[in-house]
């Protein structure tokens, strides 16, 4: 099939990849100049596990093409799909759909016969229709039939979810769109992914609801790990106890200093905000974004407990700055609201992240970014594990304490057991654990 990808960020370059990966005709479109030349030559704008080969070989055998024209691709296509960003819209939470709309224009002028246009960007209940009113609005002639088709992507295994997904939503209003789509998706199909077919209104939710339940367990646990502190238990036996009962399972029940990255954060608050705009308010997840906006700063103050209470004066070493391991992205990373807690406590900051400081830069100021886990540790207070690379997991402590002012490790993912960091003559807190 040929396939028009519009927009060539997180989805649209993973989405297009894959999809040419499966033999399909593929044209990543994007209005950015200088992505698209970098894609040209081979330069990937995002650190994903895989990607630059995956894109190097189909652009090798001619499946996959970049380009900042929409209209060709787009007259050529079977499917057109719409994965541009769907940012939190400023003031008021609520998704902002502007660069959606302003495809669906684009798209009505440039399609040519019966073409299928895919939303696979987030978007809130309702916008499928909105899209398809736009294109009739724009051009009454265009044949086109309009479908949902969310993304479940996790960053740092995007490839690996997409090719082997646990399920491909597909929301429809048109019958003639169930083919296509079907053909799309064929060889995950024959490999027995489940493909669900909805109600395009119900697709939509379907993407919401899972990003909310999922950051309203990451919450449940970050809870129980505050209990356990009071009372003496381990939150890490306690989610092992709960994640063994197959009704709950044991997924996201890893207790740190609250979710971020450009789903969660952005997802939930649309979803309050679109349950609010309908007088059904999901009060869940209300609580959900208000404990998890509070429990970044929370951890900043294990921090200062950890050093006698006060920051001033004092050196502060933060590993991992990215919002999870395996991405350059620090978007609502929970180190941006560590370390700004802590620089308001008096605090110089060193940080060291093997993917996301080119990234931080922008984000952050007057941190002093290093080599690797040790010179950041140089002339630190305390050394705070934020973001659990791999590299942070077999730490060299006797080297460690060679080069820290203080022995003082505050783990905020539960990395190490105490004993082992104890051991070593290091003061250690973590997270839900007396220890």
């Known amino acids: 099939m040929k396939i028009a990808m519009i927009g060539s960020g997180y989805v649209g370059l993973v989405s297009g990849a894959c999809l040419a990966d499966f033999g399909h005709e593929v044209t990543c479109v994007d209005k950015a100049v200088d992505k698209i030349e970098a894609l040209k030559r081979g330069e990937i704008p995002i650190f994903e596990p895989g990607l630059d080969q995956l894109?190097?070989?189909?652009?090798?055998?001619?499946?996959?093409?970049?380009?900042?024209?929409?209209?060709?691709?787009?007259?050529?296509?079977?499917?057109?799909?719409?994965?541009?960003?769907?940012?939190s819209r400023r003031g008021d939470g609520h998704a902002d759909l502007s660069y959606v709309y302003g495809c669906a224009r684009e798209i009505a002028a440039a399609v040519k016969g019966f073409t299928v246009v895919v939303t696979k960007s987030t978007v809130p209940v309702g916008t499928g229709d909105e899209v398809e009113r736009i294109i009739r609005d724009t051009n009454p002639d265009a044949d086109v039939v309009v479908v949902s088709n969310p993304e479940f992507l996790r960053e740092g295994a995007a490839i690996g979810d997409f090719k082997r997904p646990d399920r491909i939503v597909i929301g429809i209003e048109d019958e003639r769109a169930r083919e296509p789509m079907t053909e799309v998706y064929r060889p995950l199909y024959l490999n027995q992914a489940p493909l669900l077919f909805t109600a395009r209104r119900t697709s939509e939710l379907i993407k919401y609801a899972g990003n909310a339940f999922l950051a309203m367990k990451i919450t449940f646990i970050?809870?129980?790990?505050?209990?356990?502190?009071?009372?003496?238990?381990?939150v890490q036996d306690v989610a092992r106890g709960i994640g063994l009962d197959g009704r709950i399972g044991s997924k996201f029940l890893h207790a740190g200093p609250g979710y971020g990255g450009s789903c969660f954060p952005k997802d939930t608050l649309a979803l309050v905000k679109t349950a609010q705009d309908h007088d059904s308010p999901v009060r869940l997840i209300e609580t959900t974004v208000a404990i998890n906006d509070q429990r970044?700063?929370?951890m900043a103050r294990k921090v200062v407990a950890a050093v006698g209470g006060d920051l001033r004066g004092k050196t502060i070493a933060i590993l991992g700055l990215t919002f999870k391991p395996n991405t350059d992205d620090m978007r609502e990373a929970p180190s941006l609201s560590i370390i700004q807690a802590l620089q308001d406590g008096g605090a110089t900051v060193r940080g060291y992240d093997p993917e996301g400081m080119e990234a931080a830069k922008g984000l952050l100021d007057n941190v002093t970014y290093t080599k690797d886990a040790y010179d950041c540790a140089t002339g630190a207070d305390a050394l705070v594990i934020v973001t659990e690379w791999d590299a942070f997991r077999a730490l060299d402590?006797?080297?460690?304490?060679?080069?820290?002012?203080?022995?003082?490790?505050?783990?905020?993912?539960n990395v190490y057991k105490a004993a082992d960091v104890t051991r070593h003559g290091f003061a250690y807190a973590s997270v839900g654990r007396v220890a």
């Open 55 to 87: 894109v190097a070989t189909n652009v090798k055998a001619g499946r996959l093409a970049f380009t900042t024209d929409l209209s060709g691709p787009v007259g050529e296509a079977d499917v057109v799909f719409i994965a541009v960003g769907t940012p």
């Open 222 to 234: 970050n809870e129980m790990a505050d209990l356990c502190e009071r009372v003496g238990a381990d």
């Open 397 to 413: 402590f006797p080297r460690l304490k060679t080069v820290m002012t203080a022995p003082v490790l505050v783990d905020l993912r």
């Open 296 to 298: 970044k700063r929370a």
